[in-house]
């Protein structure tokens, strides 16, 4: 069982271009997130999905959209990435829909360098 | 606002006892949850809180004052494997985490 994949594991982007980063889980969980993670600061929520079909804006959503066709991906896209957007990306997954208070798994990261 | 708070930095000795503070400010309060995060790596699930007192799990415990806005992470027998970030979250009314910065926890031998 992978549980939470994510690719790349890191890419080096010039400023202007679009990127997808990719989620994948096979743990059949109801919800989904993609975190930011910068030093000194904590895990800020970009987009999250309830459920496949729906999503939802986090704290900090400019310049990021995601999408969720079925349950096991939910990918990110940098429509113009920007140096702002230099972090490393996290997704998770939870079992709770609307509501719940289940715990989050993390994918192992995506290390974003943008130049 | 929202905030959490916890120190940036700890240092122990291997087979001493640790305790990491986390102190939160939040819209509503639906538990709170500790990671553990090694450097390079993902964080992982530690422990969850939703009601006050003490939850123990192996050589870590967790503790919750919800009146107080206050919760511990107890880390005994400490061993080098411990040294890593330690991330408090609080799930507010919407029940989304709210994450502190983490402290790093640096052991030594």
Same mark, same amino acid.
């Given at each position: 069982?992978?549980?939470?994949?994510? =690719?790349?594991?890191?890419?080096?982007?010039?400023?202007?271009?679009?990127?997808?980063?990719?989620?994948?889980?096979?743990?059949?969980?109801?919800?989904?997130?993609?975190?930011?993670?910068?030093?000194?600061?904590?895990?800020?929520?970009?987009?999250?999905?309830?459920?496949?079909?729906?999503?939802?804006?986090?704290?900090?959503?400019?310049?990021?959209?995601?999408?969720? =066709?079925?349950?096991?991906?939910?990918?990110?896209?940098?429509?113009?990435?920007?140096?702002?957007?230099?972090?490393?990306?996290?997704?998770?997954?939870?079992?709770?829909?609307?509501?719940?208070?289940?715990?989050?798994?993390?994918?192992?990261?995506?290390?974003?360098?943008?130049? | 606002?929202?905030?959490?708070?916890?120190?940036?930095?700890?240092?122990?000795?291997?087979?001493?006892?640790?305790?990491?503070?986390?102190?939160?400010?939040?819209?509503?309060?639906?538990?709170?949850?500790?990671?553990?995060?090694?450097?390079?790596?993902?964080?992982?699930?530690?422990?969850?809180?939703?009601?006050?007192?003490?939850?123990?799990?192996?050589?870590?415990?967790?503790?919750?004052?919800?009146?107080?806005?206050?919760?511990?992470?107890?880390?005994?027998?400490?061993?080098?494997?411990?040294?890593?970030?330690?991330?408090?979250?609080?799930?507010?009314?919407?029940?989304?985490?709210?994450?502190?910065?983490?402290?790093?926890?640096?052991?030594?031998?």
């Amino acid at each position: 069982i992978a549980g939470i994949t994510q =690719a790349p594991t890191s890419q080096i982007l010039a400023a202007g271009r679009r990127m997808t980063l990719r989620c994948t889980q096979d743990m059949r969980h109801n919800a989904m997130y993609w975190y930011r993670q910068d030093l000194g600061l904590g895990l800020r929520l970009i987009h999250y999905s309830n459920t496949a079909g729906t999503t939802g804006k986090g704290e900090v959503p400019d310049g990021y959209s995601v999408s969720r =066709a079925n349950t096991d991906d939910f990918p990110l896209t940098l429509a113009s990435a920007v140096p702002s957007q230099t972090s490393v990306y996290f997704c998770a997954s939870s079992d709770s829909m609307e509501g719940g208070a289940d715990t989050q798994y993390f994918g192992p990261g995506t290390r974003l360098t943008v130049l | 606002g929202q905030n959490i708070d916890q120190p940036t930095e700890m240092t122990a000795t291997e087979g001493a006892i640790v305790q990491i503070n986390c102190t939160y400010q939040t819209s509503g309060f639906n538990g709170l949850f500790w990671y553990q995060q090694h450097a390079g790596e993902a964080p992982t699930f530690l422990s969850y809180n939703v009601l006050d007192g003490l939850e123990e799990k192996g050589r870590f415990s967790s503790f919750l004052s919800r009146s107080k806005g206050y919760s511990y992470l107890l880390l005994k027998e400490l061993q080098m494997k411990d040294s890593a970030s330690y991330l408090c979250a609080v799930m507010d009314s919407n029940y989304q985490l709210i994450w502190g910065a983490g402290t790093k926890l640096i052991i030594k031998p």
